[in-house]
């Protein structure tokens, strides 16, 4: 297929497939380099296929912390120019570079991938502005949508998001991840069951600051969707990984829900475990059930989510999917399998497997 | 003219050899088909008496008798059949309304038919209902849009709005309305006590509760239609919720008649009218002529019931169902019942259940659409009704966007019903739509409700399946969860109306 077809293919196909995922944090907010979750993610490569790989970092645009920093990913000088001209509209460009690669023979149909580091113009600001974050959302949601070969695969302040179509050592490589200090890494190594070829479709997959690695399907995809529908969100992508981001976005940051909650609602116990519950917390379980039932997400899946101050490790209501996690001093390890962790972590102090559908959740306690 | 012959429809056929001229046969028919001469010592039948209820057949302890279609022939036309023939001598003959009992029986198209569910393969593991837990555990009426609560401590939380006034049901499935009066008070019984026994719910129907079924009470949804019968206080507070019914699958806009015979000293009392007096439910109800006049009784009930139990409209699907339907949610609703055009009835007209409405698969998908278009789908649930015939519908209609199924007509054949369609005559040899205490002995309470509880189980049990089989635990993830569905054999628009893709289309 000719890489626009490939491209409309993926955009939209929902691709299901199995996949590895990694994550590396430090809980004091202490960067380290990429290098790490390079090895770590490229120790499950029997998890992915070559077609699709990634990284998140947090932490990795010091210079440039109170920015909100864009990653687009252009077809064409064309796709690049109009997207251009629609973000000097709302944005004050603070910094404008194409994201420093190094060449890899191997990848192919690369696009052309720029950063740009943007503050809200003051006048929007003080006028239609009640919520930046929410201006950004619906920014992204524009140039998704609406702009023909430019897709934002980054937004977040101080993160980014590095992604295409490879092997994640080719994918690690070619973004020089190794090269960037962060206190939280997130990884992705994919087995998309199609032949694709659009780097927008691998992960991780990330909206304002949030970023997801996810291995699984999501069998309740189709009511997940029409939910977000109401509230805003619009799925352009037909990924489960899109549908996962937004509803974070819309628990956390929308509802105010902690992330305890949020793992009862996304994966929530069984009505025989509530059932069970002394009254006052079976009569909370069952209302988030009651209340929260289309957000239920049904199948098999381990993801790693990440925000600036926190990472969440969460499976499914029966764990169809691997996820294990580890600490060792100041670091927390979650992946798929417990040899990804140890390939960077020799001797962790303590290793366990999450049980199904109760989540990992790592707060960032910067010292 | 000469006279007008009996129309039969269909031939008793006796196997002599079988026959022991026991004559149960005689004693048991309702409709007088068979007789027994005693001179000639010979069992007699008049075939053009017999509805085709099979009471005989199925009694016959030696296998005796087998109904049969009439096989007399008039010249094949496709366009003037049988039916329409007998019809125009039947009210050539009589000059009134033909009337009829049960759905309708015409060939429309069976959206269920055309639409094939999904399983997972590969990429998703399906799910073993034996071995892991399958949950259908479905609540009805409104809910926030958001959790409110307060965080005492860690992992630690207090609602600060409660949810508690909804219906629990431990299976999508319920029983719908039908009075004590359509049918039988050991008919009532069966279904309430079945409801009780299954964890869901069934409803009076607009008949008031006969004291006998009062310690069913907690399980029943009370109606409340436009004669308002048997509605006082104590009704209302007696229920877990209380349905407004505005109209019926099968008879949209008409209203309903029970004759005098029929209203005897206990259908008196339940109803709270004279006996022998016609009970008429008016075609409206003559204090709602508008939207704003159906706020008004929806909170006049809310508050007789103190905001306690939730309180529901039901409405036939008819042309413009999904925009009365958010009237309805706006009016204040807590779940929309809407029954389609394959629904049932004890009695209505022939050709207004035969041609007015619309199918409840198109009505579910549309009305489900349209309140997720204007954000207030969480204020109501959807209630499906009319003609659900197995569980593989309740499944469909469940993906299409409805919270729980009602069954009406699946419900009365398990009790022995098969679908002769001469409710309104009272005549009923299965003991369901009757009065007479020599037919209604016939179906025992008790046996009755089992056999409901088997049909619920079963039906959960191929749910529960059909769910694993898609690689989902639980109901809540199947609800308006279209993707699970493909159509085929279908068109443009019909998709479109469904929301759903075609069979072959991934995701």
Not at chain 1, 110 to 130: A, G, T, V
Not at chain 2, 256 to 264: A, N
Not at chain 2, 298 to 318: L, R
């Amino acid at each position: 297929m000719e890489y626009q077809q490939l491209k409309f293919f993926e955009k939209n196909n929902r691709i299901p497939g199995g996949c590895g995922v990694a994550g590396i944090v430090n809980v004091k907010g202490n960067l380290f380099s990429g290098e790490n979750i390079i090895t770590s993610i490229c120790t499950m490569n029997e998890r992915g296929n070559g077609l699709g790989a990634g990284y998140a970092g947090y932490g990795i645009y010091p210079e440039f912390k109170d920015n909100w920093c864009f990653h687009i990913m252009y077809d064409d000088i064309r796709a690049k120019e109009i997207v251009e001209d629609f973000l000097e509209d709302g944005f004050d460009i603070v910094n404008e570079e194409p994201i420093p690669v190094h060449r890899v023979k191997t990848l192919q149909y690369i696009p052309l991938l720029y950063r740009y580091f943007i503050d809200i113009k003051r006048d929007k600001n003080s006028q239609e502005l009640y919520d930046q974050q929410e201006y950004i959302l619906s920014t992204i949601m524009k140039i998704n949508k609406n702009f023909d070969g430019a897709y934002v695969f980054s937004s977040g302040k101080n993160m980014g998001i590095f992604k295409g179509v490879g092997e994640p050592e080719e994918i690690g490589d070619f973004y020089r991840i190794s090269d960037y200090k962060g206190y939280i890494w997130t990884a992705h190594n994919r087995f998309p069951t199609n032949t694709v070829g659009w780097w927008g479709g691998a992960h991780p997959f990330g909206i304002l600051d949030w970023s997801v690695v996810h291995n699984g399907e999501i069998s309740s995809y189709g009511i997940n969707r029409r939910y977000l529908e109401n509230a805003g969100y619009y799925c352009t992508l037909f990924t489960d990984t899109e549908v996962i981001t937004y509803l974070f976005d819309l628990l956390y940051r929308r509802h105010q829900l902690d992330f305890n909650i949020i793992g009862n609602i996304l994966s929530s116990p069984f009505w025989e475990m509530i059932d069970r519950e002394e009254k006052e917390k079976m009569e909370f379980l069952k209302a988030l059930r009651i209340i929260y039932a289309p957000a239920l997400l049904n199948g098999p899946f381990a993801i790693i989510v990440a925000n600036s101050d926190t990472v969440i490790g969460l499976n499914d209501r029966i764990k169809l999917r691997p996820l294990v996690s580890a600490e060792r001093g100041d670091f927390v390890y979650l992946a798929s399998e417990e040899s990804a962790i140890r390939c960077v972590c020799k001797l962790p102090e303590n290793v366990w497997m999450p049980e199904a559908g109760e989540p990992v959740v790592v707060q960032i306690k910067r010292v | 003219m000469a006279k007008a012959k009996n129309i039969t429809e269909f031939i008793i056929e006796r196997d002599e050899r079988r026959c022991i001229k026991c004559q149960a046969c005689v004693r048991v028919c309702a409709s007088d088909v068979h007789s027994y001469d005693d001179e000639s010592q010979e069992l007699l039948s008049d075939n053009s008496r017999c509805v085709g209820c099979h009471f005989c057949e199925d009694i016959c302890p030696t296998g005796a008798l087998t109904i049969k279609r009439n096989p007399s022939a008039t010249k094949d036309n496709a366009h003037w059949t049988r039916d329409y023939i007998y019809r125009i001598v039947k009210q050539s003959t009589t000059g009134g309304i033909l009337l009829t009992g049960m759905g309708n029986d015409k060939q429309y198209k069976n959206y269920f038919e055309h639409m094939v569910l999904n399983a997972a393969q590969v990429t998703n593991p399906s799910i073993d209902p034996l071995r892991e837990p399958m949950e259908l555990r479905t609540f009805i009426g409104r809910r926030p849009d958001r959790i409110r609560y307060e965080k005492i401590k860690e992992n630690k939380y207090i609602l600060k709005e409660s949810i508690s006034n909804l219906l629990h049901l431990e299976i999508p499935v319920m029983f719908s309305a039908m009075s004590f009066g359509s049918i039988s008070l050991n008919a009532c019984k069966s279904l309430a006590k079945a409801a009780f026994l299954s964890g869901t719910y069934w409803n009076t129907g607009e008949g008031g509760m006969h004291r006998n079924l009062y310690p069913y009470a907690e399980r029943a949804i009370v109606q409340i239609a436009s004669g308002r019968f048997g509605v006082n206080t104590e009704y209302l507070e007696r229920a877990a919720a209380v349905e407004i019914k505005i109209g019926q699958g099968a008879k949209p806009g008409i209203g309903g008649h029970l004759p005098g015979e029929k209203v005897s000293e206990e259908i008196s009392l339940t109803r709270m009218i004279p006996e022998g007096t016609d009970a008429i439910s008016p075609a409206p109800h003559h204090d709602i002529y508008s939207i704003e006049d159906l706020r008004q009784l929806i909170f006049a009930i809310k508050e007789v019931t103190s905001y306690k139990k939730p309180v529901g409209v039901k409405i036939a699907a008819v042309h413009n169902v999904a925009p009365i339907a958010s009237g309805i949610v706006r009016a204040g609703a807590d779940f929309v019942t809407i029954d389609g055009i394959r629904g049932g009835t004890g009695a209505a007209p022939l050709v207004i259940r035969d041609n007015v409405g619309i199918p409840i698969e198109l009505a579910v998908a549309v009305v489900d659409q349209r309140l997720r278009d204007e954000g207030i789908r969480n204020q109501a649930s959807i209630i499906a009704a009319g003609g659900f015939k197995t569980s593989a519908d309740i499944v469909k209609a469940i993906a299409l966007g409805a919270d729980v199924v009602y069954i009406g007509s699946a419900a009365l054949i398990a009790l022995g019903c098969h679908l002769c369609q001469k409710c309104y005559t009272g005549k009923c040899n299965w003991g369901i739509a009757t009065q007479d205490s020599y037919l209604t002995k016939r179906l025992n309470p008790d046996i009755g409700a089992e056999r409901l509880c088997n049909l619920l189980k079963a039906w959960a049990l191929e749910i529960k399946e059909m769910l694993g089989g898609m690689g989902i635990n639980a109901i809540e993830s199947l609800r308006g969860n279209r993707e699970q569905l493909r159509g085929i054999d279908l068109t443009e628009t019909e998709l479109k109306l469904l929301g759903i893709k075609y069979a072959g289309e991934a995701w």
